[in-house]
């Protein structure tokens, strides 16, 4: 695989990853979640072949409760 081929595939998987966030992010406001530090983790889409990892990162009590009422919801059927 050339450079440029390496370095246009490394780029896609970024995109792709960056993709996953915003809809993540979509879905979550549409059940009334936000988890304010979600991100993609820079340190992971670093270097020649990068791997990007979504951060999830840290939320309050009550985002936390509200996810946990979320999942439940949705695991009993009862969907919003």
């Given amino acids: 695989m050339e450079a440029t081929e390496r370095r246009r595939?490394?780029?896609e998987k970024v995109r792709a990853a960056e993709d996953a966030v915003e809809q993540?992010?979509?879905g979550l406001a549409g059940l009334?979640?936000?988890?304010?530090s979600l991100r993609l983790?820079?340190?992971?889409?670093a270097?020649?072949?990068p791997t990007p990892l979504?951060?999830?990162g840290r939320c309050n009590i009550d985002?936390?409760?509200r996810l946990c009422e979320v999942l439940a919801e949705k695991e009993s059927g009862h969907d919003r």
């Fill in 63 to 65: 985002t936390a409760l």
């Fill in 47 to 49: 270097g020649n072949e």
């Fill in 32 to 36: 009334g979640v936000t988890l304010p």
């Fill in 24 to 26: 993540l992010k979509a």
């Fill in 9 to 11: 595939a490394a780029a």
């Fill in 41 to 45: 983790d820079p340190v992971s889409c």
């Fill in 54 to 56: 979504v951060d999830l």
